[in-house]
């Protein structure tokens, strides 16, 4: 199993931006996928990006296509989230998840079995 700690969130004025660390520990982190998913309050978890294990594969929810960039860096157990041109939308509760290598479906958050506790983002207009 893997253990994640999210970090990084925050306050934000629109356009700004913010980057999101995603710490794990765990001899599975180099061989699991990691996926960022957001929860608003009042609406269900949705899937905002995921990396393979080895960096090669990503996919990124339409709503943040050329706005946020996920990266992972294996020799220091982390993963990354660089948030720009944020807007009051993006305001949410940011989670890391692990999976598989590279999950069948990485935008399901049933792909992913291990979970951080979370990050506040919060973007004002």
């Known amino acids: 199993q893997v253990q994640l700690v999210e970090s990084g969130g925050g306050l934000v004025q629109a356009g700004g931006s913010l980057r999101l660390s995603c710490a794990a520990s765990g001899r599975t982190f180099s061989s699991s996928a990691i996926g960022w998913f957001r929860q608003a309050p009042g609406k269900e978890r949705e899937f905002v990006a995921a990396i393979s294990w080895s960096g090669g594969s990503q996919d990124y929810a339409d709503s ?37 290598r590279w999950p069948l479906t990485p935008t399901e958050p049933s792909e992913y079995h291990s979970w951080g506790q979370g990050t506040q983002v919060t973007v004002s207009s």
């Open 64 to 100: 943040v296509k050329g706005r946020f960039t996920i990266a992972r860096d294996n020799a220091k157990n982390a993963v990354y989230l660089q948030m720009n041109s944020l807007k009051p939308e993006d305001t949410a509760v940011y989670y890391c998840a692990a999976g598989g």
